[in-house]
């Protein structure tokens, strides 16, 4: 199998799922628990997406623990985007350096 | 109009470094794992745009898999996007016509979409347009770098940016948890239950279990928590 076979294959699948809902779907959404619904699904996925995953980057739990428990504190303190990602790296990486 | 994809672009800084890292990453792996080219490596992040999808079918050219194989495990990976186009659907707008909906729809990411959905304004094109331009960019230099200069950089560095996107989540959903004893019940919800996904059910493909995680958190929290009408519109 040609390899550019395979390339269309992947980018025309990944395309079509994220385009016929958001092209297609105009109306407002009346039910209540619909609306609910989709309220809270963006905080569910990427909650779901970040645990326990989060623990299994790095290559080692403390240094993923460390930057883990880095960014929630100073997400709590809603802190910039950026800096809460950066300072969990950071973190990650200087008790990187002990291990 | 200028004003908003610049604002779109300097929203998109965090999601750009962050790619740069994971791309790098997805660069040595196309490399080393399937033979690919620089370049070839390279067209597969322009014109895909997302971390899972793209290593799933790295894994399927390196094993020679069929094109049946490829569109299901595409199909199972990447549907999490159409709930998230739906849901972005929903705060659209009306400068989003048919035409920009099909090109803006080509940069719904996790990140892309957890920013946007964060915005209390209703999403312009431009925004969309600003964002996705500069996330792109980071993740296709990124992937032409890890192809092309593999190894370069020192192993500490590259394995503590593994963390910087899923930094950036949770910087997008304590904030909220803070203020709404709903949006703490969704997250404990959703990361519970992918715990025991991980854990009790690993034949779970990860695709799928994020998506009954999400799927099951958020209805449970609609049924017990329905929004007011202001909050959804927001």
Known sequence: ?99 | MKNSFLRGMSHGIPICLGYLSVSFGFGILAVSKAGLSVFQASIISASNLTSAGQKAGIDVIAAGGTIIEMILLQLTINIRYSLMALSLSQKLDKRFTTPHRLMASYGITDEIFAVCSAQKAPLTPAYMYGMILIAAVGWVTGTALGAAAGELLPLSVSKAMEIVLYGMFIAIIIPPAKKQHSVLFVIAMAAALSVVFRYCLPMVSDGFAIIISAVAASAAAAFIFPVKDEEAEE
């Open chain 1, 1 to 99: 199998m040609s390899i550019a076979v395979y390339i269309i294959v992947i980018a025309g699948v990944t395309y079509l799922i994220r385009m016929i809902p958001f092209t297609f779907f105009r109306k407002k959404i009346k039910s209540r628990f619909f609306r609910s619904f989709l309220y809270y699904i963006p905080y569910a996925v990427l909650s779901a997406m970040t645990i326990p995953a989060i623990f299994y980057t790095t290559h080692n739990i403390w240094t993923a623990i460390a930057g883990t428990a880095v960014a929630v504190a100073l997400a709590f303190f809603e802190m910039p985007l950026i800096v809460v990602a950066l300072a969990a790296s950071g973190a990650a990486f200087l008790v990187g350096l002990f291990m």
